[in-house]
């Protein structure tokens, strides 16, 4: 089953870095909102020269949600232990990740900082996000992907969104939470009665992957990423919220990462679909450890001294 959501108990630490968190927190959405205006004023650039027009957007990505992840290593004081593949500085990829809460997000943007493709994130993001100014409004002008969570609706957006990416070279990884939503006890329920349908393994810590996202980009980005990346994303003692996240409730995430070459990927619709499944299998097993033990399966050897293990 997923984990309760995190109940931390509020200690001094916790009531100063809340109050801490306000303030910077607040200071840094104002900021936001102020690069939207910048991002508008960018809007002049586009019609001569698209790359100059994506490389400063590029840039602001960078500098805002940088300003987050520092925020968060060095005031909340998260520390992401990274184990698994090594990944190459600088790919051009296609992420997959289970998505249990929003803190996931701050987890990938953390390693996407260390990779140095923070500004190049794209996401699948809710369609009715792009009135909304702040975050909404500057994954508009990053070239994200709005969904309406209706196939039939996204897949001409969606295969748009891939041609610019390959015509323009315009480097990225791509996010996909492939299990739609984020994981409830409810939802749980509902996704292991439909794999029992199908004759599907059931998962006990992750959705069934809703698949026909993935093949469409695995098939429109294929000739433009170098690999797959899974990633395995574990919390313990509970499930945080963005808020608990960033003042200093959680003190170390767990990310277990694995790379597919591309060349490695079926290339028939039906297999990639299959081969998704397959990988959120892999992960429940994953999860499953995890929770029994503490760790990932050989994290424990590559561990500091200093990190506790459960």
């Not at 957006?157 to 939470?177: C, K, Q």
């Not at 992957?209 to 098939?219: D, L, N, Q, V």
């Not at 079926?266 to 994953?286: G, I, N, Y």
Request: glycine share 6%; aromatic share 10%; proline share 6%.
């Amino acid at each position: 089953m997923p984990l309760e959501p995190l109940k931390p108990p509020l200690t001094l630490r916790r009531i100063v870095l809340i109050l801490i968190d306000i303030f910077v927190w607040g200071f840094l959405l104002v900021a936001l909102v102020a690069l939207n205006a910048v991002q508008v004023v960018s809007l002049v650039v586009f019609p001569f020269s698209h790359r100059a027009f994506r490389r400063f957007n590029r840039f602001l990505a960078n500098l805002w949600w940088g300003a987050c992840v520092i925020a968060s290593r060095h005031l909340a004081g998260v520390r992401i232990i990274v184990t698994g593949d090594e990944i190459p500085e600088r790919e051009t990829a296609v992420v997959i990740a289970n998505h249990q809460q929003m803190p996931d997000i701050m987890v990938i943007m953390d390693f996407a900082l260390q990779k140095h493709r923070l500004g190049d994130l794209k996401f699948f993001v809710k369609d009715i996000l792009k009135w909304v100014p702040g975050v909404g409004w500057g994954m508009l002008f990053l070239g994200c992907p709005y969904l309406k969570r209706d196939w039939s609706r996204d897949r001409s957006s969606i295969e748009r969104t891939f041609r610019t990416l390959v015509n323009e070279h315009i480097p990225a990884w791509m996010v996909i939470f492939a299990e739609g939503t984020r994981i409830t006890p409810a939802k749980l329920a509902r996704s292991t009665a439909f794999a029992s349908q199908r004759g599907w393994t059931p998962t006990k810590h992750v959705l069934l992957p809703r698949p026909k996202g993935f093949a469409a980009a695995i098939e429109g980005l294929r000739s433009h990423v170098s690999a797959v990346y899974d990633f395995t994303i574990g919390y313990t003692g509970g499930i945080p919220t963005l808020r608990q996240y960033v003042s200093g409730a959680v003190r170390q995430v767990h990310l277990h990462v694995r790379r597919f070459a591309i060349e490695s990927l079926p290339a028939a619709r039906h297999d990639l679909e299959q081969w998704v499944r397959d990988r959120f299998v892999e992960k429940d097993a994953l999860l499953d450890h995890f929770y029994q033990h503490g760790c990932f399966p050989h994290e424990a050897e590559s561990l500091p001294a200093d990190i506790e293990k459960g």
